[in-house]
Structures are given as structure tokens and as C-alpha cells.
């Protein structure tokens, strides 16, 4: 843990930002934090403040977090948008079956199994 405050007080002593993109950053789950600690690497031009190109950043990062946490395993059915027919009150549900019973099928609130 002190360690981590060590690079985020190098970082803004480094990149001064205001309070909102400061914010921003310490509201950031561990993994954006440490990769906008460890990969940041601020435009040409940019001098004195640097809050826009670190709020940017972190977005870029947050954004990169959500796409793997969607595709990641388990997660097919919402990468692929059907994250809806997994969802109660659809009026879909499995076809469960029993043992021996032929594989799963979906079936819509009209009965016909797809």
C-alpha cells in the first residue's frame, strides 16, 4: 500500500492535475490505476496542467476494463448482444428437460422451442 501511494504522489507531482481529474483517478478500479500510473504518457505539447490528457487517458482505460469484463468468459450471450434472452421477464427460458433428455433448447413464451 505504500508503495502505491508512492507512484500516485510521484504521478502528481510529475502530471499536476486539478481536483476533478484527480478524483477521477483515485475513484478508478486498481487495475486503471495502475496501468494510467504505468503507461500514461502525456502528448507532445502538453505543459503545466495536464488534467484533460490524464482524464482522457483514464477513460481510455476504463473503457478498455468494461469491453474485457464483457468478453470475458461467461459474459458470450451480453458480447454478442443477447444478454436480453438471459434476462428474466423476456418471456424466454430453458427447456431444462430431464436426465437423459435431449440438449437444452430455448423456448419463447409462445412454447416453440428455437
Not at 481536483?19 to 504518457?41: G, I, P
Not at 502538453?46 to 459474459?75: F, H, L
Request: hydrophobic content about 30%; some cysteine.
Amino acid at each position: 500500500a505504500a508503495q502505491a501511494v508512492q507512484m500516485l504522489t510521484e504521478f502528481r507531482q510529475r502530471y499536476p492535475t486539478d481536483e476533478r481529474a484527480w478524483n477521477y483517478l483515485l475513484q478508478s478500479s486498481a487495475d486503471v490505476k495502475h496501468r494510467v500510473l504505468t503507461e500514461f504518457c502525456p502528448p507532445q505539447g502538453v505543459d503545466g496542467d495536464y488534467s484533460k490528457a490524464v482524464t482522457a487517458y483514464i477513460r481510455r482505460c476504463r473503457d478498455d476494463e468494461k469491453t474485457r469484463q464483457t468478453q470475458a468468459p461467461g459474459n458470450e450471450f451480453e458480447h454478442h448482444g443477447l444478454g436480453s434472452l438471459m434476462s428474466p421477464g423476456h418471456g424466454t427460458h430453458w427447456d431444462e428437460g430431464g436426465e437423459g433428455a435431449a440438449p437444452k433448447r430455448l423456448k419463447t413464451a409462445a412454447g416453440s422451442a428455437r
